[in-house]
């Protein structure tokens, strides 16, 4: 039971402001506005799940909302050329993950630190992004949102994707020995070598899958709405390292489980619009996640300890 | 030699900046009458469709008056860059500076030093120190722009219930200022409305509609999302739209006609509230032109800038007039 | 040093009223806040650390300058000592979180790259801005002294020190030698963790005077100052020759980086097709720039690797011959 620590505790903290809420403020249950709200986490839920693999792997990737934007923009652009739906998802996944070769080719192949190479193509690709497009608004042709099934049915359908993706990404994580390289590489990258897996490979395609996952979620976040907003990820590598260190991955690699990010992300998401239900000020919005965040780095800190011992 | 190379490169580097001293740059203003005249045009920032619809009626009003245009501005919020691009000016040698003002006390350094070089200055959209430009082109006031809001609201919530407030950070300082004066007319004569919160939205789209819809479900007597930040506009929108509450809620805010258009037609947007931008960036020009012609000195009370025909001048203010509202039956005729 | 050139011709090409003095002294004005950050990057990453706080600590100095000399009615000098001794301070606080600790540079500077921006902008709840600063104080920014901006002769004393520090003392050397091998700079009984320390306390007191520098130079002190600062600095540092992995570097290749980084921004917006895109055209070639000076240092270390194997492989057959 004690190997589940970290997620019963993440559990926990989710029931106790769930339970002030439905004390304080039933309204938060509400069936439509709840599933609107979940449905809206989805693409931030399938970038975290990308970011857990690359930091399980013992790097990070802070472009990620350089990427979110830049394929949103390329989508919306073929979107809005009456390319159909259907060719733009796959396109979008092979962009982003283009991008994500381009990080990992650097971080793997150069055996370069990927926080000055994240950062350097988040800062490319953010001022790429202003270039081309001057923040422009894209307007999005007709049957593209909710791909063109009515609200509920899109947004039900969407939550199912990302349902099936946290199965799948756990399942592989833990059963395929792919999975179990990116952990065996996080915790003791020479161990790993010695012990016959290449850690540049698995570096370089735990960076390409992440890369295609934002891709894929810029995509499931454009349905959602009739406009892509060039300065959309904005944040989103924050959001995403933050669902994965309170959903228990450790910063230093080599631990961490893909349900507990999703936990770590129901969590992080349930904070700000419970504030609002409970109709706390906004100031106070930033503090407070920020608090979570760094108890959860903390008992980290401790976890990483006992485990030592 | 590897190693003297860089002492090298920097001891030519002070001597040109020594000896050049003597030699500085031509004073602007006096250049031969062949020569075109040159704008800068100073945005507070890059890659935002308001400064964006500016440079396009700059761009107009520069090709009507065959000046040449100069457009640049920082794409990010470091405050020390429009001081340098200022700075950057002044040695570019242009003959008039228009400034929107990020920083009002900062900028005026830069601004001053331009004006000492004989470098004509005004700025529009946000002013800076009076004493540090000739002209401000005023498109309206902090007063102008929340008491409109206001005005607004209350007419469509027909003066009484909640309403919420989506600004883009809560350290905005301009958005501080409208929305203070948002809350001063509240007060004085909006006694059955209520601000029951104000949320930011990071000037991006998908927050403010996840915000929007926040405040809705949170909120069940909500009865107007009013949008201050150009983005949140269609973002408080759509969340309406997909809570099913369009028209039971109304929104309205500050943003740009064709990004709120399809919302406006569809009735779930009541009011886009703006003044026409491209106006303000043609006559910010043709008073940069008339300034450094000499055509506009200070002391005037009127300023006549082509088509927009005779504006009032209010001491150093030149007044492009009203925020405009745009509504179902007058968004179509506008295009920016 | 070729790349340099190669702008400085170009833009006095194609660039108006590029060549000139006045032109010159903007450059250096604008550079000097960016060219002190990665003079004190520059020995951090010769240990083989990293400091992305420094962009950050300069937005929480000019800040508390600010306060310190508008609220509180200090004198300029005083508050300047001040804001000197809380740079060191947090910096020392890095120092302490990666050598006692014992977590990686990379993610305590990251921590505290969010820490200090988010103390700066709690100081003044996002809004108050500092402006009311004396005249003579000013003048650190806006004068010139002996034909040079006021605050070059700061920056050619930090880097002669710099220099100094790393070409000429056992600190150089032994920041060198830890960014070679901790373990083997260990054994060699060299004091690890009080010099990487030393390395950032140095780069916490730089980044306050950078501070105050850019302070005295904008007439306002902001939480925003410094935003973007680090990356650039990494950049310099790197584009001059310092390897990312430590060990190897100089202090005037990462002045040469300085310049060139700082003649990019200035000449790409003189040159009138460009001119209205220069800015995001720079901040994308500056992002380029490090990837293309990252990959390429790497690349050089590998092709200087296999030419020395080829040597060492054809040198015992010549042996053999004889």
Not at chain 1, 55 to 61: E, K, L, S
Not at chain 2, 37 to 58: D, E, H, W
Not at chain 2, 176 to 191: D, F, G, Q, T, V
Request: proline share 4%; charged share 15%.
């Amino acid at each position: 039971m004690s190997r589940y620590i970290r997620e019963l505790s993440v559990v926990a903290g989710l029931g106790l402001i769930l339970a002030a809420l439905s004390f304080f403020a039933p309204a938060f249950f509400a069936p439509a506005p709840l599933l609107s709200r979940l449905a809206a986490e989805v693409p931030a839920l399938v970038v975290a799940l990308g970011m857990a693999v690359v930091m399980i792997g013992r790097h990070i990737d802070i472009s990620v909302g350089s990427i979110f934007g830049l394929t949103a923009v390329l989508c919306g652009t073929l979107l809005a050329n009456k390319v159909p739906l259907l060719l733009v998802v796959p396109l979008a996944i092979v962009a982003g993950a283009t991008l994500g070769t381009l990080n990992g080719w650097l971080v793997a192949g150069l055996g370069l630190p990927s926080i000055v190479v994240t950062l350097a193509t988040m800062v490319t690709g953010r001022e790429l992004l202003s270039l081309w497009q001057q923040g422009r608004f894209i307007t999005l042709p007709n049957g593209v949102q909710w791909f063109g099934l009515s609200q509920t049915a899109g947004q039900w359908t969407l939550l199912i994707i990302a349902l099936l993706l946290v199965t799948l990404l756990a399942w592989a994580s833990r059963r395929l020995s792919a999975g179990r390289f990116v952990y065996a590489v996080g915790s003791d990258p020479e161990a790993a070598r010695l012990a016959g897996i290449r850690p540049g490979a698995v570096t370089f395609g735990s960076f390409v899958l992440l890369g295609a996952l934002v891709g894929f979620a810029a995509v499931l976040n454009l349905v959602q709405s009739p406009q892509v907003d060039p300065k959309a990820g904005g944040g989103l590598e924050l959001k995403a390292i933050a669902a994965a260190v309170i959903g228990g991955v450790a910063v230093t690699g080599g631990r961490g489980r893909l349900w507990g990010v999703f936990l770590g992300l129901l969590l992080l998401t349930t904070i700000n619009p419970a504030l609002t239900y409970l109709h706390v000020e906004a100031y106070w919005e930033k503090a407070i996640q920020g608090t979570v965040i760094l108890l959860a780095v903390e008992a980290d800190r401790f976890q990483g300890k006992g485990a030592a011992k | 030699m590897k190693r003297l190379l860089p002492f090298l490169a920097c001891a030519s580097f002070a001597f040109l900046i020594g000896c050049g001293q003597s030699s500085s740059t031509p004073p602007p203003g006096t250049a031969p009458a062949g020569k075109k005249l040159s704008i800068a045009l100073l945005p507070k920032s890059k890659g935002n469709q308001y400064f964006v619809t500016v440079r396009k009626g700059a761009d107009k009003a520069a090709a009507e008056l065959g000046v040449e245009l100069l457009f640049d501005g920082p794409t990010n919020t470091d405050p020390a860059k429009q001081n340098e691009i200022v700075e950057n000016w002044i040695t570019l040698g242009v003959d008039v500076i228009a400034a929107a003002c990020e920083n009002r006390e900062g900028i005026a350094t830069a601004l001053k030093k331009a004006q000492a070089k004989g470098i004509k200055v005004l700025t529009y959209d946000s002013d800076t120190m009076p004493d540090a430009r000739s002209f401000f082109v005023n498109q309206a006031t902090a007063q102008g722009i929340g008491y409109t809001l206001m005005d607004t609201a209350a007419k469509l919530c027909g003066e009484e219930g909640e309403f919420a407030i989506i600004t883009a950070t809560l350290t905005a300082a301009n958005m501080n200022e409208w929305r203070k004066n948002i809350e001063a007319r509240l007060k004085e004569k909006y006694p059955k409305m209520k601000l029951v919160d104000t949320k930011p939205c990071d000037d991006q789209k998908d927050k403010a509609q996840q915000e929007t819809a926040n405040l809705l479900g949170a909120y069940p007597d909500l009865k107007c999302v009013m949008a201050i930040c150009s983005p949140a506009v269609p973002g408080a929108a759509e969340a309406v739209k997909q809570a099913g509450k369009a028209g039971k809620v109304k929104v309205l805010g500050l943003g740009l006609p064709n990004e709120n258009k399809a919302y406006v037609k569809s009735d779930v947007t009541q009011a886009v509230i703006l003044w026409k931008v491209e106006d303000l960036g043609y006559l910010t020009l043709h008073a940069a032109t008339a300034l450094a012609k000499g055509d506009l000195k200070p002391g005037a009370t009127s300023f006549k800038a082509g088509p927009l025909g005779e504006l009032k001048i209010e001491g150093t203010d030149i007044l492009l007039g009203q925020p405009f509202v745009f509504t179902k039956d007058n968004i179509d005729q506008f295009d920016f | 040093m070729i790349f340099l050139v190669a702008e400085l011709i170009i833009f006095s090409a194609f660039g108006r009223n590029f060549l000139t003095a006045d032109n010159l002294s903007n450059i250096v004005r604008h550079s000097t806040e960016i060219g002190l950050l990665a003079l004190v990057m520059m020995p951090v990453i010769l240990t083989g650390g990293i400091d992305l706080s420094v962009g950050s600590l300069l937005g929480l100095c000019a800040v508390l300058f600010g306060t310190m000399v508008q609220d509180a009615g200090l004198p300029p000098l005083v508050a300047g000592g001040i804001t000197l001794l809380i740079g060191g301070l947090a910096g020392g606080f890095n120092a302490l979180l990666i050598t006692r600790v014992r977590l990686p540079a990379l993610i305590v500077t990251l921590g505290t790259f969010s820490l200090f921006r988010g103390l700066a902008e709690a100081i003044t709840k996002g809004t108050a801005t500092y402006s009311k600063f004396p005249e003579s104080f000013l003048a650190l920014g806006s004068a010139t002294f002996m034909g040079l901006p006021v605050q070059a002769w700061i920056f050619i004393v930090i880097a002669m020190v710099v220099w100094l520090l790393v070409h000429r003392t056992t600190f150089g050397r032994s920041w060198r030698a830890i960014g070679f091998s901790p373990e083997g700079a260990r054994y060699a009984g060299l004091p690890v963790e009080r010099r990487i320390a030393f390395a950032h306390v140095m780069a916490g007191i730089v980044a306050a005077l950078a501070a105050i520098i850019l302070t005295a130079r904008v007439t306002q002190a902001r939480a925003e100052a410094g935003t973007g600062y680090e990356l650039l600095a990494i950049t310099a540092v790197v584009l001059g020759g310092t390897s990312i992995f430590g060990g190897t570097g100089s202090v005037h290749g990462t002045l040469l980086g300085v310049a060139s980084i700082a003649v990019l921004t200035n000449g790409l917006s003189r040159i009138p097709s460009i001119m209205g895109v220069s800015r995001e055209l720079s901040g994308v070639l500056t992002g380029a720039l490090l990837i293309f000076a990252l990959s390429s240092g790497v690349l050089m270390k590998f092709l200087s690797e296999r030419r020395a194997r080829r040597q060492t492989s054809r040198n015992p057959s010549t042996t053999s011959n004889a």
